[in-house]
C-alpha cells in the first residue's frame, strides 16, 4: 500500500502498523531537525484524524474521506455516519422538517413525541438531546425526578415565533416510576426558564400525565430545556 509523503512532525505523528514492505526509499534532512521522507510499502497504515465540528449541528452526519497519494491511486472511503454530541448529551438526533404546518416528529431513541403545530408552514431541523444530570447551564432541579433532562432545538431558528399549541409527550416506563418512588399520577414536564433561572410545571391544562399510556406532556408555544 503507497505511503502518503509526510514532512517534519507530521511523520512522527502517524501510528503505522503492518508487516514490513519490499520497497524503496530515500531520506535526508539537516542537524537542526528538518526532515523530508518518501517511499513505498505494502504495510498498513493508521491515521487518527480531528475534525472541527463547531460549525455543524448535532445529530447524524454522513462524511467520506478522501486521501491525496503522492505518487500513487488516490483512496477514497465509503460514507461515513458520524453523530455529533452537545458536550455531556447521553445521545442526540436530529429531524429535517418539510415544508408543512401540522406534523408529528418522533424521536424513538427517546421515547420523544414532539406533534408540532405551526400557525403557518416552514421548514426546517429540529434536534433533541438527552442528558442523564443537569444539562449545561440550568440550576438544580428540587423535586425527586425520573433522572431524564432533553433538550429541544430549532437549529436555524425557522420555526421561531411559529409554535401553536405544540405537544411535547416524554414517555416513561413503570420500572422509571417504582425506582424513583414517585407517584405516578404527579408526574409533570418541567420546562427551564433561562430568565429567571427557575423549572416551571405544566401542569393542567396546559400539560400533565396520561398514566394509560405512560407519558408526560406539555402544550407549549417554544421549544426549550425539559
Known amino acids: ?16 502498523s503492518g508487516s514490513q514492505g519490499n520497497g524503496y526509499g530515500y531520506q535526508f534532512g539537516y542537524g537542526y531537525g ?10 498498513n497504515f493508521t491515521y487518527n484524524i480531528t475534525m472541527d465540528t463547531q460549525k455543524y449541528s448535532v445529530g447524524n452526519h454522513t462524511i467520506k474521506l478522501m486521501m491525496d497519494f503522492t505518487g500513487a ?7 461515513i455516519t458520524i ?26 431513541t427517546f421515547q420523544v ?12 431541523e429540529i ?22 433532562y432533553i433538550v429541544i432545538e430549532d437549529e436555524g431558528g425557522d420555526f421561531e415565533g411559529l409554535l401553536n399549541n405544540t ?21 409533570r414536564l418541567y420546562y427551564y426558564n433561562s430568565t429567571d433561572s427557575t423549572w ?11 398514566t394509560t399510556n405512560n407519558f408526560v406532556f406539555a402544550n407549549t408555544t417554544q421549544f426549550s430545556t425539559w
Do not use: M, W
Open 1 to 16: 500500500k503507497p505511503s502518503p509523503r509526510c514532512h517534519g512532525l507530521i511523520c512522527s505523528l502517524l501510528n503505522i
Open 34 to 43: 528538518y526532515g523530508y521522507c518518501n517511499g513505498y510499502s505494502n504495510s
Open 73 to 79: 491511486k488516490n483512496y477514497s472511503s465509503n460514507d
Open 83 to 108: 453523530t455529533l454530541l452537545p458536550k455531556g448529551a447521553q445521545k442526540a438526533e436530529r429531524q429535517i422538517v418539510a415544508s408543512t404546518q401540522d406534523t408529528t416528529l418522533n424521536f424513538n
Open 113 to 124: 413525541d414532539i406533534d408540532l403545530n405551526l400557525n403557518q408552514s416552514a421548514s426546517g
Open 127 to 148: 434536534s433533541v438531546s438527552e442528558y442523564s444530570s443537569l444539562p449545561p447551564g440550568t440550576n438544580a432541579f428540587a423535586l425527586p425526578s425520573l433522572g431524564k
Open 167 to 187: 405537544i411535547i409527550k416524554v414517555y416513561y416506563s413503570q420500572g422509571d416510576v417504582s425506582s424513583a418512588g414517585i407517584d405516578e399520577s404527579t408526574l
Open 200 to 210: 416551571h410545571a405544566f401542569d393542567p391544562p396546559n400539560g400533565g400525565v396520561d
